[in-house]
């Protein structure tokens, strides 16, 4: 070789430089590129509790029977697990599905507690037991998303409806049937939202008429179509607060 012409070769640092200028370029690049991409955080990942579809406390008294009752309402997407908190900060309700259910979910859930006698425990123990105030709903759906809905429970109880017609153990025809009421006003303080009127069919207790009616409402004729079958009814008229909680009244009928 005579030095002119020849060739030295690749240079092998200049190929390291290009190589990571390259790199360096496709880091800005791809950093550009999801940049421009519209970030969302499911409610799940970030932890972020959602409302309860529908989460209610009420109580309902009989006045017919002289009890009390606590009813818990819940609706939601499914979900796995749920909790009530009371005010004092104790969990009175814990369900968690097991097994199958668990992945699967429940989405509804409605119970209500025992009714014991005021005789044997007075509605002034009741308003102790649950008192008034804040409970909380708390669960977490299947997809592990948090739940959280706060509900007041208040102790505003309506008295019960006073029943004019049908009266108690009496026989109507079955193209005869009117549910009529006096306004209930008492306690002082409480508004009625609105009326509900049931009527039971006492030899298939699943057959069951339920009408809701707006706070002006005292009559509802009951359609004969839905007497068939002669023999007991129960006709239940309830008041209805604007807290949802509710009391009712019963009266026996037999419709021939």
């Known amino acids: 070789m005579d030095g002119y012409g020849a060739s030295a070769g690749p240079n092998p640092a200049s190929s390291v430089r290009e190589t990571s200028m390259r790199m360096k370029i496709g880091l800005i690049i791809a950093a550009a590129m999801l940049a421009a991409i519209p970030l969302t955080v499911s409610a ?69 507690s025992s009714e014991p006698p005021f005789d044997t425990f007075p509605l002034s123990e009741f308003r102790k037991l649950f008192p008034e105030g804040e409970y909380v709903f708390e669960g977490r759906q299947t997809d592990g998303t948090p739940i959280r809905s706060t509900f007041v429970l208040t102790h505003d109880f309506p008295a019960g409806p006073e029943i004019t017609a049908p009266v108690q153990d009496s026989t109507v025809r079955s193209d005869r049937l009117v549910v009529r009421w006096k306004a209930v006003t008492r306690p002082t303080g409480i508004e009625i939202a609105r009326y509900q009127v049931l009527v039971v069919d006492e030899q298939d207790p699943v057959r069951v008429l339920s009408l809701f009616l707006p706070p002006k409402a005292r009559s509802i004729a009951i359609p004969k179509e839905f007497l068939t079958t002669a023999g007991a009814y129960k006709v239940e008229v309830l008041a209805i607060e604007k807290s949802g909680n509710q009391t009712l009244t019963e009266a026996d009928v037999t419709i021939q």
């Open 44 to 112: 799940a990942a970030s932890g972020a509790p959602v409302e309860f579809k529908k989460a209610l406390l009420r109580v309902e008294v009989t006045s017919t029977d002289g009890d009390a009752g606590l009813q818990i309402d819940l609706d939601h997407d499914p979900w796995k697990s749920v909790r009530l908190i009371a005010p004092n900060g104790r969990t009175i309700l814990d369900v968690t599905n097991r097994d199958v259910l668990k992945s699967y979910g429940l989405t509804e859930l409605f119970s209500e």
